[in-house]
Nanobody, 120 residues
């Protein structure tokens, strides 16, 4: 059983910063790509940022220059540093991981989400 647990969501004023963390645990051979997604009120889930095992990153246009994704492979953890937060960043944020469970088994796992609210 593999679990992803997010933390770090909070209520923050516009222009503020937060750092989200997502730690994977369980029977894991290795973790390949990891990412962050979000679901805002009235909208579908959208991709925020992804990072490969070797550190190559991709970002949604709406967060480029403000957010930074990183990972610590030794801790099976992915982070999302969020700066210059805007009200439109308000959403439930979910982490995602592509996990190698065995030599012939690769699965995708999702966390339960952490709420980020940007408001004055």
């Amino acid at each position: 059983q593999v679990q992803l647990v997010e933390s770090g969501g909070d209520l923050v004023q516009p222009g503020g910063s937060l750092r989200l963390s997502c730690a994977a645990s369980g029977t894991i051979f290795s973790i390949n790509d990891m990412g962050w997604f979000r679901r805002a009120p009235g909208k579908e889930r959208e991709l925020v940022a992804t990072i490969t095992r070797l550190g190559s990153t991709n970002y949604a246009d709406s967060v480029k220059g403000r957010f930074a994704i990183s990972r610590d492979n030794a801790k099976n953890t992915v982070y999302l540093q969020m700066n210059s937060l805007k009200p439109e960043d308000t959403a439930a944020y979910y982490c995602n991981a592509v996990v190698t469970l065995a030599t012939t088994q690769i699965s995708v796992f999702w966390g339960q989400g952490t709420q980020v609210t940007v408001s004055s």
